[in-house]
């Protein structure tokens, strides 16, 4: 666990422990299920830094909202 003098509440979130994930992710679907489209819920977490990093692990946006769609198209992801 990481250590920090910020105000609590607040959210950290390991780039490192992302990326293990998101492999893991990838080679289970791909194992398992073969044909899949892995996607990030933005309205999960829609920090543009967040969003951009899943994008160039090769993840597609899952959007609900207008907002949404303008903020990946913003940040660059690809249609689906």
Do not use: C
Request: aromatic fraction near 12%.
């Amino acid at each position: 666990m990481l250590h920090t003098n910020l105000p609590t509440p607040y959210y950290q979130i390991s780039e490192e422990a992302l990326d293990r994930e998101i492999a893991l992710l990838k080679h289970a679907m791909s194992t398992h299920w073969g044909h899949f489209i892995p996607s990030y819920s933005v309205k999960t977490n829609s920090l543009p830094w967040l969003l951009n990093h899943v994008k160039e692990r090769g993840l597609y946006a899952e959007i609900v909202s207008e907002e949404e769609y303008d903020l990946v198209k913003r940040i660059g992801f690809p249609e689906a």
